[in-house]
């Protein structure tokens, strides 16, 4: 049977703040587009059988003043991806908010502690990173912390371990087409500001994405020794 869930991901919405580093400015939305793209997953969903869930990065405040009530508005849940460090910095999340999610239905992963690749960390940083982050998302949102996406998208084999000897069940890559899986490694597919929703979707959604989502994940299981 070929796949069903189709993983995006979203940074911030709206207008980037004046702080927000000039290389991920090209990751944010305007909210009508993303308003569009949730329209666009509608119809994709109801005419093809497929599931299209919703990811944001980074714990932007964008994702509780933007993507929540808009989430809301089309009856859907989505996940956030949080850095703990952030948690109650200008232009982040806060803790209230955070809460007002988890209250609303939304589920809160870990997005590191600090924004940094874990690739870049030694053994015993990395496993200090990912685990000071899940107890303090985990404080915060009074929910565990078992889904984690990694900064940058920055994955190889050593990373893929820790993150699951930490004890996290899914972690979420950036490298495009369908999940096969609802545990493990999940990949999702990167929204820019040049997307166009009725011409993007229908392509990351087709065919041949799914087709060939089984191939792509026995390749991603061998070059991250994930079993
Ligand atoms: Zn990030």
Same mark, same amino acid.
């Given at each position: 049977?070929?796949?069903?869930r ?9 207008h980037p703040?004046?702080?927000? $580093? ?21 119809v ?44 109650? @910095? ?8 955070l @809460?007002?999610?988890?209250?609303a ?8 502690? @600090?924004?940094?690749?874990?690739r ?18 985990? $404080? ?50 990167t ?36 079993t």
């Open positions: 049977m070929l796949p069903q189709l993983y995006i991901t979203c940074h911030g919405l709206g703040a004046a702080d927000i $580093e000039p290389d991920a400015r090209r990751f944010w939305l305007p909210a009508d587009l993303f308003r569009h793209t949730l329209d666009v997953a509608q994709l969903e109801r005419d093809t059988g497929i599931s299209v869930q919703f990811t944001f990065d980074d714990g932007n405040l964008s994702d509780h003043t933007v993507a929540l009530p808009l989430l809301r508005a089309h009856n859907r849940r989505a996940l956030f991806f949080v850095c703990a460090e952030r948690i109650g @910095r200008p232009g982040f999340l806060d803790r209230a908010r @809460r007002e999610m988890v209250a239905g939304m589920t809160i992963g870990c997005h590191g502690h @600090r924004h940094v690749s874990w870049t960390l030694s053994d015993a940083a990395l496993a200090s990173e990912l685990s000071s982050a899940r107890r303090a998302i985990s $404080e915060v949102t009074g929910q565990p912390v078992v889904l984690a996406s990694a900064p940058f998208g920055e994955l190889d084999q050593r990373v893929v371990r820790a993150a699951m000897a930490e004890g996290f069940r899914c972690l979420f890559s950036s490298s495009g087409g369908f999940a096969t899986a609802q545990t493990g490694l999940i990949p999702r597919n929204l820019k500001s040049d997307f166009e929703p009725g011409r993007d979707l229908p392509r990351m959604a087709g065919l041949p994405q799914r087709a060939w989502a089984g191939v792509y994940d026995t390749a991603r299981r061998m070059k991250y020794r994930f």
